[in-house]
């Protein structure tokens, strides 16, 4: 078919391009389709759906030199693997060769990078268990017990044991203290007395961790990497154990599950037991507000009272005022107090941002006077009141002679003697974010 040329295309009812599509299948994706026809048989309409029948990840269960099998959910499926495959391996170092010896008797879950051709190229593994691979459930001085494939092994610790923890020396203690709240894959070495001597722990993952939501239930969460590959997880069995942030604060269960149908939402996961016990999760299409901080890897603006941190690309592009601009002067500019606003674009993964485009906002951004009056809502200052913004900080955005902002009321209602030049930083509403108090 040939398509019109004002074709409209949908992908997974979300509006797109042609080309976007073109892209997807030149990098291996396979989608279902409905199309509309005009009475010159051209395709007016597109509407396609990914299909999640070519999983990258699961249960690694025949591999060769040439070809690999992976199990997920009951069914197998078969990718050739390319000449030059590399494997990365976290807990065991294992090789490829190892992998080859060792996953007849050893389960390995792995996750496949595969190039346009579907052929794998990288194979890591998430984690292994065995009668030495497993999730730790229990550490003492003496013993530690793990977990694996169903099974439950217990061991004795060596008197010098050695241990590491997301690739950094800790001792027994640091396992001991932390274990209960994050939940760790362990990797253990005995000696000829079946006596743990090295031990090397990650916080649990499940592969990929991190993308855009696409399906969210009371037992299972789907999210889309920036590769655009499709990961499907099951969750703690009570969602109300899920701990939940979603915009910088923390959120129900069910309050995200209706988010994610009205917006892209970018998500991070956290795991224990190979169910997701941790979400925190960003709406990216918050994506025009005021600046409120700004370095050379992070943005965060505020929308509607809530804060929205985002990712840099190390070639953002930046505009003020619809010129060329740099990520430099934009950092220093805010940092000498002036305020904008911005609008934010993205890359197709939400992942990261592309481009920012400033303006300056039309509200003062810095007041300097004598203390004339303070209340819990408000600051006094050359005989004008300035509200304390909502989201400031009475503990944190006081800075100079004053130890906090209740410091500061104190200093003054005391009557002391004690007079202040107050600088106050505010927002594009006009209200205080930041109080600088000086000793007259």
Known sequence: YTMADDVKVYLDDKSTTPSRIYSALDNGDDFSVTIYLNADDKVTKLYATTKN????????????????????????YDY?????????????????????????????YVTLTTNSKNAVTKITVNYAEDEVNGVLTDVTSRKLTIKAQGDTYTYNLDSDVDV??????????FLKENHEKTSYRVSLTLNRDDDVTDIVAIEESMGESKGIIKRLSSSTIEIKNDKGDTFSYDLLDDTDDIDVTLNGKSADFDDLKDKYKEYDIR????????QVSKIVAVNTEADKGELRAIDEDEIT??????????????????????????LSKLIKAFNDYENFEVKLKFNS?????????????????EVKGDLDGISSSY???DGKKYYLSKDFDKDDDVYGDAKDYDDLDDKYDDGDGTDFIIKLKL????EVTRIDAEKD
């Open 53 to 76: 029948d070519n999983p990258k990840s699961g249960l690694l269960t025949d591999l060769d030199d040439d070809e690999l099998t992976i199990k997920v959910n009951g069914k197998s």
């Open 80 to 108: 050739d693997v390319d000449s030059d495959v590399d494997v990365k391996d976290e807990l065991t170092d294992y090789s490829f060769s190892d992998l080859k010896k060792h996953y007849d008797d050893t389960d390995f």
């Open 164 to 173: 590491k923890v997301d690739g950094k020396s800790k001792d027994i203690d």
């Open 267 to 274: 998500a991070e996961l956290s795991f224990k037991n190979k």
């Open 301 to 326: 603006i505020l929308v509607d009272g809530d804060k929205f941190t985002y990712d840099l690309d190390d070639d953002v592009e930046v505009t003020l005022e619809d010129d060329d601009y740099s």
């Open 349 to 365: 993964s939400k992942s990261k941002v592309t481009e920012i485009e400033a303006d300056y906002a039309s509200s003062k951004r």
């Open 379 to 381: 600051i006094k200052v």
């Open 427 to 430: 927002n594009s509403s006009g």
